[in-house]
């Protein structure tokens, strides 16, 4: 055997819970580059923000992510591969052209941010009223879904 004799899930064919599972490389790779582009597009958020930004910058920034949440596109989403290929294609000629046309002192500064702010995580709820606000808004929201849920019913069972 070529050096894998040691590995007994190897040899024996079954995975024991110590077994350290790698994955592919190609499924590795596909994992980086969707944090890399994770990671621009948290770079591109906070350029379209910054003041020394071009306004045609921006509009390039906002026409791409558009197009993504649109639902008219050339190509539709429920096209298994292409229909998800096309959004990937207008994200990746948004990102080089707006490389291109957004000065680098902003785009490092922008980096710098983004970075900042995948260290320091996801911002936590820290007022009180925030969180009472949402709960009250929540309920508002769900005695209305009710209330128009019985109305509809007894118009439907009365209006015989």
Same mark, same amino acid.
């Given at each position: ?106 785009? /490092? ?29 929540? /309920? ?21």
């Amino acid at each position: 055997m070529n050096g894998d004799s040691n590995n007994p899930a190897l040899v024996s064919g079954s995975c024991s819970p110590n077994t350290v599972r790698r994955e592919p490389a190609f499924v590795t790779s596909s994992k980086q580059r969707a944090q890399q582009l994770c990671r621009e597009a948290h770079v591109f958020y906070f350029a379209v923000k910054h003041p020394c930004v071009p306004w045609y910058a921006r509009l390039v920034a906002a026409c791409s992510v558009g197009y993504v949440f649109s639902p008219i596109q050339l190509i539709p989403n429920f096209i298994p591969v292409i229909g998800f290929a096309d959004d990937l294609l207008v994200l990746f000629l948004g990102i080089k052209l707006l490389h291109r046309i957004t000065p680098p002192e902003v785009l /490092t500064e922008c980096r710098e941010l983004a970075e900042a702010a995948e260290r320091g995580g996801q911002k936590k709820i820290e007022s009180t009223s925030v969180l009472v606000a949402s709960a009250i808004v929540a /309920t508002l929201w769900l005695l209305a879904a009710v209330g128009a849920g019985s109305l509809t019913v007894a118009y439907v069972l009365f209006s015989r």
